[in-house]
């Protein structure tokens, strides 16, 4: 397996790249944590939140981390990429819960990582707290990356940061609606800088 191919099967598995996860944790370093608190939609197995939650306890916030833990509709029972220890047999669902909250432990980040469960739409919708940061990291099917953006965004602080995660213009490298339904628009909208771009994370500051 080349390092490319590599890259592509463990995005595509929810995972995220050693280069990434450190693009992200100096995001997350250099927040101003006076703007608000950090929040990642998306959280899964709690990966990203462990590369994050050192650097926003050192910067004096928290990271709350959304997700339904469901599971992402490419993600389900019978799909590709799917994986059958995630499933509650109690239920029949998916549930990555006890694994988030392991990973968050077992790292010692209980004291700055606050566990969001539930439907994101719903939680934004009645969410009031500006952001430093948002990571977008959710699910990537054109509705819900649309949904992330148009709920979440408004969120972001001025001069606070916004990380999108498996952004890809060419779509030889992977799924559309990150890159066509979040990234595309939040730049379009000229209210945000382009900082930097690290596989298919991209790390934008709010201007206006
Ligand atoms: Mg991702």
Known sequence: MTPDERRHAEAARG?????EGAALAAAAASIDASLG?????GSYCGKSACWMGPSVRAAGTVLYCLDHHRGSEENQAGWEHHEPDLIDPAVGKMDTLPFFRRTIHDAGL????VALVGDGPTVARNWATPLSMLFIDGGHGVEPARLDRE???PHVALGGLLAIHDVFPDPADGGRPPYEEIYLPVMASGAFEELSATGSLRLLRRTG
């Open 15 to 19: 995972f995220m790249p050693t280069d």
């Open 37 to 41: 608190p950090v929040l990642e939609v």
């Open 110 to 113: 209980e004291d700055v990582v």
């Open 151 to 153: 709920l979440w965004v």
